[in-house]
């Protein structure tokens, strides 16, 4: 699944890339609006945004495919996601409050790598094919 998700999260930020690439002009055309031209210097941040973005999950491909990646169980986790209970699918708010404490990380972006994992998988969504 790790392969599947990496590949589709390359191609999606690839066409980002495109779109932004092709949005230049016309970001570059609204510069002639006075004032400071946040058109054209929120493309080029995005397009930075999404080069690294693509770069990230590239490298974390290269890794996944010589195979040094190394899944190791933690019992901590498994105690508060209880995956068995649940399925692999299922983080309510609660627990993922709990896993911020026990790994004293920042809740707003693991709800939004949460949010990205479930909607990665669903029907119809930019990383399934």
């Given at each position: 699944?790790?392969?599947?998700?990496?590949?589709?999260?390359?191609d999606l930020q690839q066409r980002l890339i495109y779109f932004n690439i092709v949005c230049i002009p016309f970001s570059f055309a609204m510069g002639i609006i006075p004032g400071p031209n946040v058109f054209?210097?929120?493309?080029?941040?995005r397009l930075?945004?999404?080069?690294t973005a693509k770069n990230g999950a590239r490298r974390l491909d290269e890794r996944e495919r010589q195979n040094?990646?190394?899944?190791?169980?933690?019992?901590?986790l498994d105690r508060v996601v209880e995956p068995s209970k649940h399925g692999p699918e299922v983080l309510d708010d609660k627990k993922i409050e709990e896993v911020c404490k026990l790994y004293d990380l920042d809740s707003v972006a693991f709800t939004h790598i949460d949010?990205?994992?479930r909607h990665s998988f669903k029907k119809g969504s930019p990383f399934t094919r």
């Open positions: 699944r790790l392969m599947v998700l990496t590949q589709n999260h390359i054209l210097m929120w493309n080029m941040f930075s945004c999404h080069v040094s990646l190394v899944f190791r169980s933690d019992a901590e949010r990205v994992r």
